[in-house]
């Protein structure tokens, strides 16, 4: 069999777009997801939300087997844990005391992107297997503390575990389209206080005194952004301190990737006062950023989870994944699933001991999950449909 060989870029101005999306779905044709093209991850680095200056340093990796390239990853030098959504201050903070440098270290990810999704791009196992042993190496080579992969999917999980890779598991709120012909069928799958519930939610947001718009490809206008990037600022500011993002990146965005948005607007008098921005994959509509100039009541709910369950049922999409966190979806029809990411800690001792933490946390991830999923505003015949 033909030796894999790896090289790291240190930008993806190092490969073409034809070449890393070839990776990115390989078969389908199609990426599931927008978040590992080269136009996403491309628009982070144009716009300066990735690079120099932001702690996340590009240092991606590109595998090769007789000449022609079998895979990528994308992969990032850490100077700081922020963006993630996989916390690991703790580990950071303990490996100081200890007397170690845990920063820089190798992220396997796509930054402040909380989807799950493939992280080694490739059809190909021995290249799967061959880009993992090269982060790790890359990791031994300079000294770095660690190496995390995250929001990897379940099959790299079950194919990298056996090189000693550690696993973690956490949890999202999803919605799931049960081949619902309209938001009226899903509201039947509740128990009647939930559904009334929801429907006083949607009256309450949609009288706000205004209209609302879901927006995509190109109905979305420049000016559009100029109002989002206001709520986006407010949002990050009070989430992060400062915003990831710039404001660069919604013009690339609107130049390269508006057929994979959808940005829902509520106007006030002709002009935008809250919005929320979703990306469109094959299969899923993934739930990114809200924000507001003011307080609406319910207009949240409204925009960021029944405009995004409407559009979801109105395009045959399987499932709606709302971001990180949020244990509030749970009461509007998205349950708790597990995530993945994939761990090495170059320290052997301080591995151990993560390995025994994340033993611990695992079983009461997967415990958490089955009692929020039983206090789920479904029937209880159609949360067993849905187990």
């Known amino acids: 069999m033909t030796e894999v060989e790896i090289t790291v870029i240190s930008g993806l101005a190092g490969i073409t777009a034809q070449d890393w999306d070839a990776c990115t779905a390989p078969d389908a044709g199609h990426a599931p997801d927008p978040f590992t093209t080269y136009r996403f991850l491309k628009a982070l680095e144009d716009s300066g939300s990735v690079g120099a200056g932001t702690g996340w340093e590009p240092h991606h990796l590109i595998a090769r087997r007789g000449g022609e390239i079998t895979g990528v990853a994308p992969l990032y030098a850490k100077n700081h844990s922020q963006g993630e959504y996989v916390f690991d201050h703790s580990w950071a903070d303990a490996y100081v005391r200890a007397g170690g440098s845990y920063y820089p270290k190798l992220q396997m990810a796509v930054p402040f992107t909380p989807v799950t999704g493939r992280r080694f791009l490739t059809d190909d196992p021995p290249t799967r297997q061959a880009l993992a042993q090269a982060a790790v190496k890359l990791c031994a080579q300079n000294q770095l503390s660690s190496l995390h992969c995250t929001f990897c999917d379940a099959d790299e999980v079950e194919a990298l575990e056996p090189m000693g890779l550690l696993r973690r598991s956490g949890q999202q709120f999803h919605w799931v389209n049960q081949g619902y012909s309209d938001f009226d069928g899903f509201l039947a799958n509740l128990s009647s206080r939930k559904r009334k519930n929801i429907r006083k939610e949607r009256a309450t947001a949609q009288g706000f005194g205004g209209t609302i718009r879901a927006l995509t490809g190109d109905q979305i206008e420049p000016n559009h952004w100029d109002a989002f990037w206001q709520f986006y600022q407010d949002t990050g500011a009070r989430k992060w301190g400062t915003p990831y993002l710039t404001r660069r990146f919604f013009d690339l965005v609107h130049q390269t990737m508006r057929d994979d948005v959808l940005l829902v607007l509520a106007e006030l008098d002709g002009q935008p006062v809250a919005g929320a921005l979703n990306f469109i994959g094959h299969d899923a509509l993934y739930g990114r950023y809200w924000g507001a100039l003011a307080h609406f009541p319910c207009l949240h709910f409204e925009l960021c989870y029944y405009q995004a369950i409407d559009y979801a049922i109105a395009h045959g999409l399987d499932r709606v994944e709302a971001g990180a966190q949020g244990e509030h979806k749970l009461a509007r029809g998205y349950l708790?699933?597990?995530?993945?990411?994939?761990?090495?800690?170059?320290?052997?001792?301080?591995?151990?001991?993560?390995?025994?933490?994340?033993?611990?946390?695992?079983?009461?991830?997967?415990?958490?999950?089955?009692?929020?999923?039983?206090?789920?505003?479904?029937?209880?015949q159609t949360v067993e449909e849905q187990e």
């Open 336 to 380: 708790p699933v597990e995530t993945h990411s994939l761990h090495w800690i170059a320290d052997e001792g301080f591995s151990q001991a993560v390995q025994q933490y994340l033993t611990a946390e695992r079983n009461a991830v997967e415990e958490e999950i089955e009692i929020l999923t039983s206090y789920g505003p479904f029937k209880q």
